[in-house]
């Protein structure tokens, strides 16, 4: 990282779990509590709207409760200095942002926007939501947040944008993705295949581990990261 310095993050829900973020998959996640299938794609909420929001009112309000943690500052720092050039999120919690991250793409959206499905009026979610109710376009239909539900692309630009840093970055870090959500998780793939390095930080390994990744930091986002920016500062300070 040191030497090529053209280090290009790829992130997902782990990173935002010390902000006190569940992630989606394991013990704690929100695909235990939430079945993805009835609350997470777009059919069920062109279907059932209403249900939807149960499970998208506890997002937002969690989200919006949240501060970056030491993963997301160290992040920063690292662009800061150099060191990483853009963060792909697949995060919806702008948590990189505040962070004071500047170059991220926002793979599956963001909460910051309410969108219509029915006239594409947008709306800031803090102007049309309140907890406890559905928010409403001026065309009376309900509001879907700015993110992307299965069966549902990625943003063009996005997509087109994560997959040119995945192709020209050196080393790519994966911090806390399961890498089980296509295409995201073509991202690793496409960065090895172009030649760059994969390190990934995750306390657990991935899909990714035995096939794609060359080092495996085994530990959590900021504990691993707060390491790496002490040894980018200081090389002569090499252990975790
Ligand atoms: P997952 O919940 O699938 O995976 C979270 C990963 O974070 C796991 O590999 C954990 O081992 C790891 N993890 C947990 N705590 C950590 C910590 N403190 N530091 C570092 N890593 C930690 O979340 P994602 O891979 O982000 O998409 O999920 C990808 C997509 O699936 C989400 O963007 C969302 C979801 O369905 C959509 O809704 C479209």
Partial sequence: MAERRNVVALTGAGISVESGIPAFRGAQGLWGKYDPLEYAT????????????EMLSEMVSVCGAAAPNAAHKGMAALERRGVVRAVITQNVDGLHQAAGSRRVIEYHGNMETLVCISCWKRYPTRERWTPGTVPL???AEILKPDVV?????????AQEQAEEEARTCGVLLVIGTSAQVSPACDIPRIAKESGAAVVEINPEPTSLTASVTDIHLQGSASEVLGWLV???????????
């Fill in 149 to 157: 539900l299965f069966g549902e692309p990625i943003p063009w630009l």
């Fill in 42 to 53: 777009l059919h069920a909420f062109v279907q059932s709207p209403r249900k939807v929001w």
């Fill in 137 to 139: 376009c001026d065309c």
């Fill in 230 to 240: 002490g040894l980018l500062r200081d090389p002569a300070n090499g252990h975790p």
